[in-house]
Nanobody, 127 residues
Framework: QVQLVESGGGLVQPGGSLRLSCAASGFALNYYAIGWFRQAPGKEREGVSCISYRDGSTTYVDSVKGRFTISRDNDLNMGSLQMNSLKPEDTAVYYC????????????????????WGQGTQVTVSS
């Protein structure tokens, strides 16, 4: 069964940190780019970060540059998103997704290019 499962969300104060994980099963994640998206209430889904399948090149939306770090561990078949210096505007449901043979600069934020999606994990930044 092909599956992506996110974990690590929760409630954190402004300035705090969270680490999201994305565990893949039923397929080899090393052949896929991993993308992290988020969707806040009343807003469209937004691409946050991406890591390519081949060379591990990364992209970030401007609002998270310098605060978020995406990574992957192909041996463990999983990806991660380290989020530091969190702000209230980072509050959203975060989704991981996988795009076969994906190169992030080519994927852009094209959600239709992604083959598999997780169920999402809630991140709430509030005092």
């Amino acid at each position: 069964q092909v599956q992506l499962v996110e974990s690590g969300g929760g409630l954190v104060q402004p300035g705090g940190s969270l680490r999201l994980s994305c565990a893949a099963s039923g397929f080899a994640l090393n052949y896929y780019a991993i993308g992290w998206f988020r969707q806040a209430p009343g807003k469209e889904r937004e691409g946050v970060s991406c890591i390519s399948y081949r060379d591990g090149s990364t992209t970030y939306v401007d609002s998270v540059k310098g605060r978020f770090t995406i990574s992957r561990d192909n041996d463990l078949n999983m990806g991660s998103l380290q989020m530091n210096s969190l702000k209230p505007e980072d509050t959203a449901v975060y989704y991981c997704a996988a795009a076969s043979y994906g190169i992030c600069t080519e994927l852009s934020d094209n959600v239709f290019r992604y083959d598999f999606w997780g169920q999402g994990t809630q991140v709430t930044v509030s005092s």
